[in-house]
């Protein structure tokens, strides 16, 4: 148990499907992250929330948008993907302003867009 | 940019040590992390350094930071099949405070 719980595990979806994943921490942690995960590649850091509030949003495509309602849920709605976005897809979070904290991540959701 | 580099595979035999390497270009960095990732599952903080430490050690952990060189090393002793997974090496940097994380070094053991 990482304390941050992914759903769903694996997500198969049409590129005019629209659907979402949901991140959940119950760690009292007050920022949250999406990363995306491919294969050889680095993991690259999509959006960062802060209180709840977007505070980074790295040049992540539209068809991904984000929504953090409060500080223990996060989500990543997806619409009119491609299939160059089937990834694995991580939420973390962590205690900000503590430098060298640890972020702790959730399973990921094992996306393939089709 | 930031950037951080690291071998995608590394072949051991069970018992012998592992060495995983990272390379990192931010010279500000001021925390350098290595996460373990195991099949199926998310990341994993495994140790970090500070960087004004050299040498870090955890049981069978050794991590070993070059400043200089901007190099950083996880050291496995007696690495045993369960260290099979893809280990992360991220650094924090002081301008922008977000990790960089480099592709994953998949460790392999052989029998």
């Known amino acids: 148990e990482t304390g941050v719980t992914q759903t769903p595990r694996h997500l198969v979806m049409g590129m005019t499907n629209k659907k979402s994943l949901k991140c959940e921490q119950h760690?009292?942690?007050?920022?949250m992250y999406w990363y995306k995960q491919s294969a050889k590649k680095p993991l690259e850091l999509m959006f960062v929330?802060?209180?709840?509030?977007?505070?980074e949003n790295n040049s992540v495509p539209s068809r991904f948008s984000p929504e953090c309602p409060n500080s223990s849920h996060l989500f990543l709605h997806l619409h009119t993907l491609q299939p160059e976005d089937s990834a694995l897809y991580l939420c973390?979070?962590?205690?900000?302003?503590?430098?060298?904290?640890?972020?702790?991540f959730g399973q990921g959701t094992r996306l393939t867009v089709v | 940019g930031e950037d951080v580099e690291q071998s995608l595979f590394l072949s051991v035999r069970e018992g012998d040590s592992s060495v995983i390497n990272c390379t990192y270009t931010?010279?500000?960095?001021?925390?350098l992390y290595w996460y373990k990732q195991e099949p199926g599952a998310g990341l994993q903080l495994l140790t970090y350094?500070?960087?004004n430490m050299d040498m870090k050690q955890d049981q069978r952990l050794t991590v070993l930071l070059n400043k200089k060189d901007k190099h950083l090393s996880l050291r496995i002793a007696d690495t045993q099949t369960g260290d099979s997974a893809i280990y992360f090496c991220?650094?924090?940097?002081?301008?922008?405070?977000?990790?960089?994380w480099g592709a994953g070094t998949k460790l392999i053991i052989k029998p």
């Open positions: 931010d010279s500000s960095s001021t925390y």
């Open positions: 991220a650094e924090l940097g002081d301008s922008n405070y977000q990790l960089i």
């Open positions: 760690l009292g942690h007050n920022a």
């Open positions: 973390a979070s962590s205690q900000e302003g503590q430098g060298g904290t640890e972020a702790f």
């Open positions: 929330y802060n209180f709840k509030e977007q505070t």
């Open positions: 350094i500070f960087s």
